[in-house]
């Protein structure tokens, strides 16, 4: 069983930073693409970032969030962070961490975490 554990959210001034964490966990062989998507209140949910996994790693982001929001990964540690800076109002959302990850029978599975609610006050 593999469980996605996210943490850091909360409430900011507009301007002010964040930074989110996720943690894979439980039966892991293998994680490859980690990524950072969300959803804000009656809207469908949104890629905000990726980061390939391997010794030469790529990054994507959103066009809305480049230069301000930096997604990163600590592979000894199964965690993807995704810090946030500059924010915005309109960065108010709930955020998800999603990883691709292959289990004890090498077959990669995309997983979702719970998600966690940025607030940002204007």
């Known amino acids: 069983q593999v469980q996605l554990v996210e943490s850091g959210g909360g409430l900011v001034q507009a301007g002010g930073s964040l930074g989110l964490s996720c943690a894979a966990s439980?039966?892991?062989?293998?994680?490859?693409?980690m990524a950072w998507y969300r959803q804000a209140p009656g809207k469908q949910r949104e890629f905000v970032a990726d980061?390939?996994?391997?010794?030469?790693?790529?990054?994507r982001y959103v066009d809305s969030v480049k230069g301000r929001f930096t997604i990163s990964r600590d592979n000894a540690k199964n965690t993807v962070y995704l810090q946030m800076n500059s924010l915005k109002p309109e960065d108010t959302a709930v955020y998800y961490c999603?990883?691709?990850?292959?289990?004890?029978?090498?077959?990669?599975?995309?997983?979702w975490g719970q998600g966690t609610q940025v607030t940002v006050s204007s």
């Open positions: 439980g039966s892991i062989r293998s994680i490859g693409l």
């Open positions: 980061i390939t996994g391997g010794s030469m790693t790529r990054t």
């Open positions: 999603n990883a691709n990850i292959a289990s004890r029978n090498w077959i990669y599975t995309d997983y």
